[in-house]
């Protein structure tokens, strides 16, 4: 079995390869038919939605981790548990095909939009974003574990 390209062991590290290459050849100033400069622009932002989507579910799962920490609440607990496996799957997933999508998170970036989310949620309980911690209690490691 031939080895595994870039593109198979690593999507978002091949499109951050190929936008390079492509800019590369447009400044040698190739002599083709193709809009090299936008073509490597849209390559390199394919990978970015990725990680954009991993930024994104992790924050969802940041701010339902706070909710279950600190809201009184009862009755969506089991709801914001699934919500949370789902969202660690999809993380799991995109990974999976992306492993330097890791390196490239950005948990600060996560951690402000979970705790903007989690402080509306919480509202109901009498909390506020005053109320909840200003630093992420929460590692990369916990907030992505499938416990």
């Known amino acids: 079995m031939a080895e595994a390209t870039l593109y198979d062991r690593d999507y978002y590290a091949w499109t951050q390869d190929q936008a390079a290459r492509l800019r590369r050849l447009a400044g040698e100033?190739?002599?083709?038919?193709?809009?090299?400069?936008?073509l490597a622009e849209e390559v390199e932002s394919m990978g970015a939605s990725d990680l954009r989507?991993?930024?994104s579910d992790l924050a969802n799962v940041l701010a339902h981790?706070?909710?279950?920490?600190?809201?009184?609440a009862r009755d969506l607990r089991d709801h914001w548990r699934a919500e949370i496996g789902l969202w660690r799957g999809k993380i799991a997933l995109l990974l999976d095909q992306s492993p330097s999508l890791r390196g490239r998170l950005r948990s600060d970036r996560a951690w402000n939009l979970a705790r903007r989310v989690a402080a509306l949620s919480l509202k109901a309980d009498g909390l506020g974003k005053r109320d909840l911690p200003t630093a992420c209690p929460y590692d990369l490691g916990v907030a992505l574990s499938d416990d």
């Open 29 to 38: 100033r190739a002599n083709l038919d193709l809009d090299l400069e936008n």
């Open 53 to 55: 989507e991993v930024e």
């Open 65 to 72: 981790l706070l909710k279950l920490e600190l809201s009184p």
